[in-house]
């Protein structure tokens, strides 16, 4: 099937497919940057560098990679691309600081705040109907997610808390605008963001960057930028276009079950998983399971999926 301008549609089973493979590239970000500030066994994170450089390449090699595939009839101009980008920009550099200067979890688990503010701007400001199941999961995900910061609150830095929790009210803000920008091309969407948020960043690093990165810190800023930045994006802006912003908040509760596990395998010692971190993933497993676990069946009778 396809849309007017000739683009393929996709099935709302398709467009939780993509989701969800974004969530598991997304999930590679604690990894990538624990390789660039934790001491491993690749020596990558000398010579230093700050987490707003690590943020910089990161957006400007995603936008690049993308870069020459974008064809002239993706370009668009409408007014909700500009607080997209920004709240993009904001969200990036607040991430990738919280990650470096604190732990992947930490970090990933309170940026996943936003469902809950997103699911509230979808149904209250963009008119979207609510229902039961994506509520209902939504509220254990959270509760997994208040679980493992409650367990860790006393191990975290007040200023890292803030950065996180500020990534987390821009990436509702992301995830809102691509849904309202849903006609337009994503590959367009993903380059204007990314290009945009390290351009936004350029100032800020003529006063705080100091040194430069080495080759092998390229190589792999690259590959941070362009597997796990760029390609999830793409993704998830094609999957919103069938998928409400409530179930790609839900689907993307993958990303901070994941996110942690990647970060430990490369650097144990500062991201040795607690009991805490594993009881609030049941919860976010749990929250998966009840909204999307087939239900046509309950006490003998056939019971209609939820919308």
Same mark, same amino acid.
């Given at each position: 099937?396809?849309?007017?301008?000739?683009?393929?549609?996709?099935?709302?089973?398709?467009?939780?497919?993509?989701?969800?493979?974004?969530?598991?590239?997304?999930?590679? /970000?604690?990894?990538?940057?624990?390789?660039?500030?934790?001491e491993?066994?690749?020596?990558?994170?000398?010579?230093?560098?700050?987490?707003? &450089?690590?943020?910089?390449?990161?957006?400007?090699?995603?936008?690049?990679?993308?870069l020459?595939?974008?064809?002239?009839?993706?370009?668009?101009?409408?007014?909700?691309?500009?607080?997209?980008?920004?709240?993009?920009?904001?969200?990036?550099?607040l991430?990738?600081?919280?990650?470096?200067?604190?732990?992947?979890?930490?970090?990933?688990l &309170?940026?996943?705040?936003?469902?809950?503010?997103?699911y509230?701007? /979808?149904?209250?400001?963009?008119?979207?109907?609510?229902? !039961?199941?994506?509520?209902?999961?939504?509220?254990?995900g959270l509760?997994?997610?208040?679980?493992?910061?409650?367990? #860790?609150? @006393?191990?975290?830095?007040?200023?890292?808390?803030?950065?996180a929790?500020?990534s987390?009210?821009?990436?509702?803000?992301?995830?809102?605008?691509?849904?309202?920008?849903?006609?337009?091309?994503p590959?367009?969407?993903?380059?204007?963001?990314?290009?945009?948020?390290?351009?936004?960043?350029?100032?800020?690093?003529?006063?705080?960057?100091?040194?430069?990165?080495?080759?092998?810190?390229?190589?792999l800023?690259?590959?941070? #930028?362009?597997?796990?930045?760029?390609?999830?994006y793409?993704?998830?802006?094609?999957?919103? !276009?069938?998928?409400?912003?409530? @179930?790609?908040?839900?689907?993307?509760?993958?990303e901070?079950?994941?996110?942690?596990?990647?970060?430990?395998?490369?650097?144990?010692?500062?991201?040795a998983?607690?009991?805490?971190?594993?009881a609030g993933?049941?919860?976010? &497993? #749990?929250?998966?399971?009840?909204?999307?676990?087939?239900?046509?069946w !309950?006490?003998?009778?056939?019971?209609?999926?939820?919308?």
């Open positions: 099937m396809k849309s007017e301008n000739g683009a393929t549609l996709l099935s709302p089973a398709q467009g939780r497919l993509l989701v969800a493979l974004a969530a598991i590239l997304w999930s590679l /970000s604690g990894a990538f940057t624990k390789l660039l500030t934790k491993t066994a690749l020596h990558l994170d000398q010579p230093e560098i700050s987490g707003l &450089l690590i943020a910089f390449y990161r957006a400007l090699f995603a936008g690049l990679v993308l020459p595939s974008l064809r002239r009839r993706d370009i668009s101009f409408r007014g909700a691309m500009i607080a997209t980008a920004f709240s993009f920009a904001v969200m990036n550099a991430y990738v600081l919280a990650m470096a200067l604190g732990s992947a979890a930490n970090a990933v &309170l940026q996943y705040t936003a469902p809950m503010w997103m509230l701007a /979808s149904v209250w400001w963009l008119g979207e109907p609510a229902d !039961r199941r994506s509520s209902v999961s939504l509220v254990i509760l997994g997610i208040a679980v493992i910061l409650w367990g #860790g609150w @006393e191990d975290a830095q007040l200023p890292v808390i803030a950065i929790l500020g987390g009210f821009a990436y509702a803000g992301v995830i809102l605008g691509l849904r309202v920008l849903r006609d337009a091309s590959r367009w969407l993903t380059i204007v963001n990314h290009l945009s948020g390290a351009l936004l960043l350029l100032p800020f690093l003529c006063f705080a960057a100091r040194q430069v990165p080495s080759l092998p810190q390229l190589a800023l690259f590959l941070f #930028g362009s597997v796990q930045m760029a390609l999830p793409w993704l998830v802006a094609r999957g919103l !276009r069938v998928v409400s912003p409530q @179930e790609a908040g839900t689907i993307t509760l993958l901070p079950l994941l996110n942690p596990l990647w970060a430990y395998l490369v650097s144990p010692k500062s991201e998983p607690k009991i805490y971190t594993l993933g049941a919860c976010i &497993l #749990g929250a998966l399971a009840w909204r999307y676990w087939p239900r046509r !309950r006490g003998g009778k056939k019971v209609p999926d939820a919308a």
